[in-house]
């Protein structure tokens, strides 16, 4: 059967009220409403997390934009996969480029990723180069970080990960210089090769890749047919109640 798609909302650190966070909810929540073929995953500020309510959205889910690695005690300013799992969150993004960027290594990602697991969170699992070179050094780079920040992890595990593939030159930047499909689709390919080697062909055949870095509902159809990839975790645009509706619409008209 088909996998359905993802759409994975990164509020980052936005909106800047729980005011405005309860109204972007609300929309986001009608939104994924009439888009009942996809599936959204709602990654708001942990702080803002008690505003969601699932109620009756069955496609509609709260995930953690990071976790930490330990049950509780002394760690001023983390919180803990329980934590979030005990607020009803299902998800959790580990290792995006951003909280990279400030230090989080591979070896800390996977400490994440098992706590993740052990709480029955699916892992939102963050990979991308910074750069891309004439030499194809990425894809050496690509491959070392799957492997370092799934160190530990079981084969059978690997059910509950997604791979979000953010390139980190596309994130953030003009729609038009999002990934091109046909680049993104030799990327899935090797992707689920590295992850054939790790865990077997099986595992790796059952892979769920998302991919970000400036998506919106004008190039969502094609990446998303062209690249063969499962959704998208899509930061600005997820902020953006209007234009999000018309990414979702693109996504599950698909
Ligand atoms: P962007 O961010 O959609 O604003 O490029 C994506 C991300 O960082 O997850």
Request: a positive charge; hydrophobic letters at 45%; aromatic letters at 10%.
């Amino acid at each position: 059967m088909k996998n359905r798609k993802i759409i994975v909302a990164n509020w980052k650190m936005n909106p800047k009220t729980d005011l405005e966070a309860r109204t972007l909810f609300a929309a986001t929540k009608r939104s994924a409403k009439i888009c009942k073929k996809i599936d959204v995953v709602v990654c708001p500020p942990v702080l803002y997390a008690p505003f969601f309510k699932k109620t009756d959205s069955k496609n509609l889910f709260l995930g953690a934009q990071n976790i930490f690695w330990e049950q509780g005690g002394s760690y001023t300013g983390e919180v803990s996969a329980e934590m979030v799992s005990d607020i009803g969150a299902s998800f959790a993004i580990i290792g995006h480029s951003e909280r990279r960027a400030f230090g989080e290594t591979d070896a800390m990602v996977s400490k994440k990723v098992l706590a993740a697991l052990r709480s029955k969170i699916t892992v939102i699992l963050c990979i991308g180069e910074k750069e891309r070179d004439a030499s194809g050094a990425y894809y050496e780079f690509l491959k070392n970080q799957i492997r370092t920040s799934l160190f530990g992890v079981k084969g059978n595990s690997v059910k509950n990960i997604l791979i979000a593939y953010e390139p980190v030159w596309a994130i953030g930047k003009s729609f038009k210089d999002a990934m091109k499909p046909a680049e993104l689709y030799e990327m899935t390919i090797f992707i689920k090769k590295v992850f054939a080697d790790l865990f077997g062909a099986d595992v790796a055949h059952a892979l769920q890749i998302l991919y970000g870095g400036s998506v919106n509902f004008e190039n969502a159809k094609s990446i998303v047919t062209e690249g063969q990839v499962d959704g998208f975790i899509i930061g600005r645009e997820s902020v953006d109640p209007e234009n999000f509706k018309k990414l979702l619409t693109v996504v599950n008209a698909i």
